[in-house]
């Protein structure tokens, strides 16, 4: 079972809680009327694939704390440190929705496009991509970096709607 992530950009989270509510949680792209403008990313967990992804924009080492964010969705706190108590938990399968720190936005926006073949390259080389391969990621990588420079140049925020 993977992880089904997407990325999208808004202008703040309570656009997106108002949106999840229309969806009852439901994907917000990469369905027939999307409620944002965004990419389906499976497998990209912000935490740290997409972690990864930045450190390679950096030139940086690896790190979790790359791409931190804030979870906007479910509204509930977490659960304690022995997870779900249940499967109707909100927090068993999700969905859940990150809204991504500014520096995570900034980063990919910044990113140069001369440099996202290199970028590509380093980002393969992730454990978690094992076997994936840098022309392949590459358009990824650049999807990523023109939502981010889209939600910069709009003065929104980017978010992750993650799902089991």
Known sequence: MGVLTDYF????????????????????VGVRNPAFDGIEAKGVDPVVVLGQLIAAIKQVPRQTDLADGTTVWPATPAPGPDGPADEDDPWAAGPWVTQLDIAVRDALAGAPDGDVPRVAAEWVQAEELEG?????????????????????DAGEQLYCWMSL
């Open 9 to 28: 950009r808004a202008a703040d989270a309570a656009s997106v809680a108002a949106a999840l509510e229309r969806t009852d949680g439901g994907p917000l």
């Open 132 to 152: 994936a391969r840098a022309e392949c990621m590459q358009p990824l990588a650049e999807e990523l970096i023109q939502l981010a420079r889209r939600a910069r």
